[in-house]
């Protein structure tokens, strides 16, 4: 049945016209879509003399076909580098494997520019397996070059600023911890800091300090927090301490006047807390008289000059800074001739141990207890070098920032008097 108005003829007129436009975009030439690929091709003899290169790659060159076809190599067209390259890695592994791809060269284009190139090439064989040829496949590089650079530009300026991040959690860190403790006479003294992450400033820190000639403030403690919060309450922390003990230096009324500071200073924020130990010591003819008080913080270890160790405990010490009354109590002992008390933080006895074999254990207080008790008796700078050897076993499983103090009373040596 025709169609009305001859809409028939028209259609199919339409149609074929349209066949005719599709038909002229396809590739209808072999020889053209080699010579005008969007990629290099590059046929060489097995000697690398160049036998066939198409038009692509001698305008990426800015070459003649004349110039390079039965007169040049291709390793002629590399970098010095390149050749070197070429007859070191690229021709023998060509040889040996029969293949080879995406081996990133450079080549030299008649102006002397370099071009970043990715090289792909085969051998071709004949019926009996003997080589006959190598073809190449050449890909322009150039945009993968410049995201490359572009990359490692970026990569360079983020470890520049993780430098600088570093360099200044290390600065700021310091101005929170005393340079070196002072020499208390008739006392040996030391301390230690392991930073766990040198890109944040810990909340961990320590203190020995002067009241009398014959009086000595110290303090160990923790934070809350790590980073810039945690380092503003690590600086009034330190320094409401050392102000409160110039004050009145017993034990509780310096961390009562701490709690006080910290819950007005950041009243209707966040609460900012830390646990803290906080001791006056005084020095005899016969050692040292202690008296400790602590808030919320593990408690000091005595190592003593018989062999024994214990903890010295201060029941019922609370957070300093949570709760607007805490409540604090204290401890006293003496220090005598070879005696030593060990201050620590919780990142000592919440270490995991052989995390390489899965979660790993709490390194625990009782665990803490068992090694120092091995060592004793022991000075005050010798425990500091066996617990920094027992960090750097925890490796990983040590993943928080520990403070260590030491405060003991140097054993009476033969033929000398105390």
Known sequence: ????????????????????????????????????????????????????????????????????????????????????????????????????????????????????????????????????????????????????QELLRARQQADRERDQVQQLATT????????????????AVAAHYHHASPDQVGGDFYDLFPLAADRWGFFLGDVCGKGADAAAVTSLTRYTLRAAAAYDDDPVAVLTNLNTVLGQEFAGET???????????????????????????????????????????TPGGQLVGALTHARFTTATMRLRPGDTLLLYTDGLIEARTGRETGPGRRYDEAALLDHVHALAPISAPALITALVDLLEEFGEGLDDDVALLTLGVPRDEPGTTP
């Open 271 to 313: 609460p900012r807390f830390c646990t803290v130990i906080y001791g006056s010591l005084t020095t005899t003819h016969d050692g040292a008289a202690v008296t400790l008080a602590a808030g919320g913080h593990p408690p000091a270890l005595l190592v003593g000059a018989d062999g024994a160790a214990r903890f010295i405990d």
């Open 172 to 187: 700021l860190q310091r101005t929170l911890l005393p340079p070196r403790l002072p020499d208390v006479p008739g006392m």
């Open 1 to 148: 049945m025709m169609c009305q108005n001859g809409c028939g003829p028209d259609r199919g007129g339409a149609a074929d016209e349209a066949a005719a436009r599709f038909s002229a975009l396809l590739e209808d030439s072999a020889e053209d879509l080699y010579e005008n690929a969007p990629c290099g091709y590059l046929s060489t003899m097995l000697d690398g003399r160049i036998a066939r290169i198409n038009a692509t790659l001698l305008d990426w060159l800015g070459r003649s076909r004349e110039e390079l076809v039965g007169v040049a190599r291709f390793a002629d067209l590399l970098t010095v580098g390149g050749r070197i390259y070429h007859e070191t890695h690229f021709a023998p592994l060509l040889r040996m494997q029969g293949s080879i791809s995406g081996i990133a060269l450079e080549l030299v284009a008649a102006d002397g520019s370099r071009l970043p190139v990715l090289v792909s090439a085969t051998v071709k064989t004949g019926a009996d397996g003997a080589p006959l040829l190598i073809r190449a496949t050449v890909f322009d590089a150039r945009d993968r070059r410049a995201y490359e």
